[in-house]
T-cell receptor, first 112, second 110 residues
Framework: NAGVMQNPRHLVRRRGQEARLRCSPMKGHSHVYWYRQLPEEGLKFMVYLQKENIIDESGMPKERFSAEFPKEGPSILRIQQVVRGDSAAYFC??????????FGPGTRLLVL | EDQVTQSPEALRLQEGESSSLNCSYTVSGLRGLFWYRQDPGKGPEFLFTLYSAGEEKEKERLKATLTKKESFLHITAPKPEDSATYLCAVQAKGYSTLTFGKGTMLLVSP
């Protein structure tokens, strides 16, 4: 059973560009979570989605950030007009219900 | 607001030298406490879930315990391959999201 997959693993963007991060949950998992890890900081919750629905986006900045989990295809975290402060590791996790979350390998975003 | 504090921030052990990592938490109502292991450049790897005070779980050289205010991750006779950052997280009742501590970086020397 394949684990949570994320791509790309590394992403370099210049200030003002858009970043698109993709997450494919484990087979049979319908719950997807996005977390951000800044250097020297712990993992911080951003958004929780189920198929076609955003359940909780309380940790996601109101501007420039958006997330979706369509009926078909991976979940996508989109960051518009990136700034240097967006440089971080972004992790996706999935679960079959509201229990143990399994994490992907992460996408390391570097904004130049 | 839920809070998780892990100590120590870093721990250096000799191979075979047992020790414990601490995770103190405050949460409105605990649904579950989770331990993960994270290697450099990788995502967190699930280790344990604890649900109620007094519960214990074991896996190889690791044992996790839970009280009403804290959890311990005991490492017995560690090996160099146990070197990693260990993360603790809580999940509050009625919520699905996790609140993480900053982690304890463990280094086991041969």
């Amino acid at each position: 059973n394949a684990g949570v997959m994320q791509n790309p693993r590394h992403l370099v963007r210049r200030r003002g560009q858009e970043a698109r991060l993709r997450c494919s949950p484990m087979k049979g998992h319908s719950h997807v979570y996005w977390y951000r890890q800044l250097p020297e900081e712990g993992l911080k919750f951003m958004v929780y989605l189920q198929k076609e629905n955003i359940i909780d986006e309380s940790g996601m900045p109101k501007e420039r950030f958006s997330a979706e989990f369509p009926k078909e295809g991976p979940s996508i975290l989109r960051i518009q007009q990136v700034v240097r402060g967006d440089s971080a590791a972004y992790f996706c996790a999935s679960s079959p219900g509201e229990e143990t979350q399994y994490f992907g390998p992460g996408t390391r975003l570097l904004v130049l | 607001e839920d809070q998780v504090t892990q100590s120590p921030e870093a721990l250096r052990l000799q191979e075979g030298e047992s020790s414990s990592l601490n995770c103190s938490y405050t949460v409105s109502g605990l649904r579950g406490l989770f331990w993960y292991r994270q290697d450099p450049g990788k995502g967190p790897e699930f280790l344990f879930t604890l649900y109620s005070a007094g519960e214990e779980k074991e896996k190889e050289r690791l044992k996790a315990t839970l009280t009403k205010k804290e959890s311990f991750l005991h490492i017995t006779a560690p090996k160099p391959e146990d070197s990693a950052t260990y993360l603790c997280a809580v999940q509050a009742k009625g919520y699905s999201t996790l609140t993480f501590g900053k982690g304890t970086m463990l280094l086991v020397s041969p």
